[in-house]
């Protein structure tokens, strides 16, 4: 089999790494790729939001399936432009349609699917310029901390906590009138703000059946002790040591049963991943957020505990027959820490070489965010580098990768200490 991956950071590295591993695998290329992907497959230099330049690539080629690791592809649209092409129809994507897709793409849309089919999240509201007054006496109605999300897509950056009020109302101006997050924040959802311990399940779907996926747990604050700016993701653990089988048993009963057949039911044919962001409140799950693809970096702690042939579950996706596919788990628990560039999530600097990938030996790195210059690697994004072990506990785990981490050195490089403090 031929595949195409589209992407180009740790979560596409991680799904090379392990596509690669496929015994059904003839040839893997992976658009735009970076210099970790390489190790696995082909790169190839493609505008991955020129459909066009998309499928006659796939056509050259003779591609048989395509997998998109980011969401703006998804909520652009490419599984729905697939379909729609005569030459492309027969060529399976994994990663849902255009509508599936605005489980991620609007927050309105997933708060009001929720609704439909009574799956457990903070009550909310939304509003745009025009209901702007009314934004704020909702806020007045709600105790602190106040949660205001940006409706479209932010890379992970459009949701705000905020404990001010008199702060609250000046920040949904600013996200409203004054087009904070451009048309993305054209509309608003106001959440009632829930207190708990976080973690994020992952399920594959071919639209009928699914398969659950090892939990994870991700830090987004770029400071130790979960302070600081929000960020793409600093670590992430699995498992998560509070997810036991009664609290995972609630997950799959009130949550992800009810979202895949709702789904159904409202004739939305998703085939690809959903991603749950959940919180636990008093020892119940809510959702605070859908995705329509695989976290990152949860990703990168998630795929390596699959045994199963992850190739072989795409072929379950795009065939309809997914239930007869096994999903086996790694006993062993693997955690990830990420090294970003030095000012990052703010300004930072790219093209800074990086030394003593080459010493590596008790974890697994891969590249979010580098590029090649000959057989240089070179930092070529905020997040730079994910490194993920194994270990026969979280702590075991977290150590090697800490051992890695201070063996790698780039220009201003920074990785948080701390991650899985809140649960050890």
Excluded at 134 to 143: D, I, V
Excluded at 162 to 175: F, G, I, T, V, W
Excluded at 187 to 202: A, P
Excluded at 263 to 272: A, P, R, T
């Amino acid at each position: 089999m031929k595949v195409l991956l589209l992407g180009s950071g740790g979560r596409e590295h991680a799904f090379a790494w392990k596509i690669a591993q496929s015994s059904t695998l003839e040839e893997l290329f992976i658009a735009p790729g970076n210099a970790g992907t390489r190790a696995h497959g082909t790169n190839v230099a493609i505008d991955t939001t020129d459909f066009e330049a998309v499928k006659a690539f796939v056509l050259e080629k003779k591609i048989n399936m395509v997998v998109v690791g980011p969401e703006d592809l998804l909520v652009l649209g490419i599984h729905d432009f697939f379909l729609a092409d005569d030459e492309l129809k027969n060529i399976p994507v994994i990663g849902p349609d255009k509508e599936g897709a605005q489980l991620e793409g609007s927050k309105d849309f997933s708060k009001k699917f929720m609704m439909r089919h009574n799956i457990p999240t903070a009550k909310y509201a939304t509003f745009t310029k025009d209901t702007l007054e009314e934004g704020y006496a909702f806020l007045e109605s709600l105790k602190p901390p106040f949660v205001l999300k940006a409706d479209g897509l932010c890379a992970g950056k459009g949701v705000l906590i905020l404990d001010n009020l008199k702060e609250a109302k000046s920040e949904l101006k600013n996200m409203l009138a004054d087009a904070k997050f451009g048309e993305a924040s054209s509309r608003v959802v106001i959440e009632q703000f829930l207190k708990g311990i976080e973690l994020s399940v992952f399920v594959i779907t071919d639209g009928d059946s699914f398969k659950i996926l090892p939990e994870a747990k991700d830090y987004k604050r770029i400071g130790e002790g979960d302070k600081g700016l929000n960020t793409g993701g600093m670590g992430a653990i699995s498992p998560v040591p509070f997810a036991d089988d009664t609290f995972k048993e609630k997950i799959k009963n009130q949550i992800i049963i009810p979202t895949v057949k709702g789904l159904k039911s409202e004739g939305i044919n998703y085939k690809g991943f959903i991603f749950f962001g959940l919180i636990s409140v008093k020892g119940e799950p809510y959702v605070i957020e859908y995705n329509c693809r695989m976290g990152d970096p949860e990703t990168e702690v998630v795929i390596p505990r699959l045994k199963s042939d992850l190739l072989d579950l795409f072929e379950g996706v795009a065939s309809g027959t997914l239930s007869e596919r096994d999903v086996l788990f790694d006993d062993r628990s693997a955690c990830t820490v990420m090294m970003v560039s030095g000012g990052y999530p703010e300004s930072f600097e790219k093209g800074k070489q990086i030394y003593g990938l080459n010493a590596v030996t008790d974890s697994i790195v891969f590249h979010a965010g580098t590029s090649s210059d000959g057989p240089a690697v070179m930092s070529n994004g905020g997040r730079v580098l994910s490194i993920t072990s194994y270990g026969k506990d979280l702590t075991v785990a977290l150590r090697r990768s800490y051992e890695t981490a201070d063996k790698i050195e780039f220009e201003n490089s920074y990785y948080r200490k701390d991650i899985g403090f809140d649960v050890l």
